[in-house]
C-alpha cells in the first residue's frame, strides 16, 4: 500500500538544489502548458497518450482542471515554467475505485528527484478522487519511470505485448503497474 504525502500545494526540494512547487493544474496555465509541451524532446513525443504539441489537447487539458474525475498536477520552477505534469483520471463504470496515472517530466528536470515528488502527489490525488487502487501504463522501455512507481510500492500486474504504437509506427510493449492506496 502506498503511504499518505502532503506534497500538493508544497515546495519540493530536489536532490540536485533546485526547487519546484507543486500545485493543481489552472484555468490560465495554458501557454506554460503549451510552452511545456514544446519543451519535450520527440523521443518524449513518441511514448505519450496526449499530444502536448497539440493546441486542442493543451484546450482539453487546462478546460479539464476542474473535472469531476480528474486531477492534474504541475510542478513549476522558480521561473515559473511547467517542468513536470501529472494527472490521475478516475475509472468509469465497473473499475470507479481504480485511477489512472501519467507523468512527464522535462529533460532537464529528470534525475533530479522531481519525478518521486510528483508520482507521490499524484497518488494522493487520486485517493483524494475516492480511488481505492492507482494503475500507471507505460512503455516497457521507460524503466526509470517504472524504477520511480516500484519504489512507491508498485508492483507490475502486467504486460501487453506490441500493444502500443508509437509516433514513428512502431510497436512497443506496454507495462502495467499498479497499488492500492486504501483498502
Not at 492534474?72 to 473499475?95: F, H, K, T
Request: glycine share 6%.
Amino acid at each position: 500500500m502506498v503511504q499518505r504525502t502532503d506534497a500538493v500545494g508544497s515546495v519540493a526540494f530536489l536532490k540536485d538544489g533546485r526547487q519546484v512547487h507543486i500545485r493543481p493544474l489552472q484555468e490560465d496555465d495554458r501557454e506554460a502548458l503549451a510552452a511545456f509541451g514544446k519543451s519535450l524532446s520527440k523521443n518524449d513525443l513518441l511514448y505519450l497518450e496526449d499530444d502536448f504539441t497539440n493546441p486542442e489537447i493543451i484546450a482539453r487539458l487546462v478546460n479539464a482542471a476542474r473535472a469531476e474525475n480528474w486531477r492534474q498536477l504541475v510542478a513549476l520552477s522558480d521561473e515559473g515554467q511547467i517542468v513536470a505534469y501529472a494527472a490521475a483520471i478516475r475509472m468509469p463504470g465497473w473499475s470507479h475505485h481504480v485511477a489512472d496515472i501519467r507523468l512527464i517530466v522535462t529533460p532537464s528536470w529528470r534525475r533530479s528527484g522531481l519525478g518521486m515528488h510528483l508520482a507521490q502527489a499524484i497518488v494522493e490525488s487520486a485517493r483524494e478522487l475516492g480511488a481505492a487502487k492507482v494503475s500507471v501504463d507505460m512503455l516497457a522501455a521507460q524503466t526509470a519511470g517504472q524504477a520511480i512507481f516500484s519504489r512507491l510500492g508498485f508492483a507490475v500486474e502486467g504486460q501487453l505485448v506490441r500493444h502500443a504504437i508509437d509516433r514513428d509506427g512502431n510497436l512497443q510493449d506496454i507495462v502495467i503497474m499498479s497499488a492500492f492506496v486504501r483498502v
